[in-house]
């Protein structure tokens, strides 16, 4: 490595399991320590996720580009082939997503607000904690939350995803510390979410889980 650049090839990237193995993860901007825009690579066989399905707003740009394999991107009602070469360029408020169509296939992916100095988004380190988790190596993952906390100890993602992560693994006691602080900062959302959220399920029938869900615990105080 030169003081002046870095070089890494994308399979000597962290492979990182995202939502349960259905797609695979592989950090660039982390890897590099990019602060001017966000990039990831994603990987996968046929058949396998490499751009999971979602929309972007507030005039965020996005660029893919295939750099191996082959991919079936669905970009609003469109279904595009796109094989190794390929560069698809999504304008904001379009949904998108892509499959691998061939084993190997990977995907580099480059995105920005137009006119907005960047800043990274929390989803990351909640992405590589769950990963992490996932991978076994659950005080790596506790300890990326906590950091995360620590920086942003305002916003109530955080907290919800800590809370998600403890009662995944079965720390009961974590997780309802960490779900309380979320509705603390931001009912409505956290309750709402908290509602569907299969995560929750070992803390589900818990009171104090109830009570926070339910907003009893506010109109007690």
């Avoid at 769950?130 to 993952?141: C, R, T, V």
Wanted: net charge negative; hydrophobic share 40%; glycine share 8%.
């Amino acid at each position: 490595m030169s003081e002046g650049y870095e070089v890494a090839h994308v399979d000597e990237l962290e492979e990182l399991p995202i939502a349960g193995g259905e797609f695979v993860w592989r950090p660039v901007r982390r890897r590099f320590g990019i602060t001017a825009f966000g990039t990831n690579a994603y990987t996968g066989d046929a058949g396998q996720r490499v751009v999971e399905e979602h929309f972007e707003r507030d005039n965020h740009q996005e660029m893919y580009v295939v750099l191996r394999g082959r991919a079936t991107f669905a970009l609003g009602d469109d279904e595009v082939d796109a094989p190794a070469g390929t560069i698809v360029f999504v304008r904001p408020n379009t949904k998108r997503g892509a499959i691998a169509a061939e084993d190997g296939t990977a995907v580099l992916a480059v995105g920005a607000k137009s006119g907005v100095v960047f800043e990274p988004s929390l989803w990351e380190d909640v992405f590589a904690a769950n990963a992490y988790a996932d991978k076994g190596e659950l005080e790596k993952a506790r300890g990326l939350l906590e950091t995360l906390l620590e920086q942003h100890p305002d916003a109530w993602q955080g907290f919800f995803n800590a809370a998600c992560l403890e009662a995944r693994v079965g720390d009961k006691e974590r997780a309802i510390e960490y779900f309380e602080r979320a509705v603390e900062l931001e009912p409505e959302k956290a309750r709402e979410f908290a509602q569907t959220d299969s995560d929750f399920d070992s803390i589900r029938d818990d009171q104090r889980f109830v009570s926070a869900v339910s907003g009893e615990s506010d109109s007690a105080r």
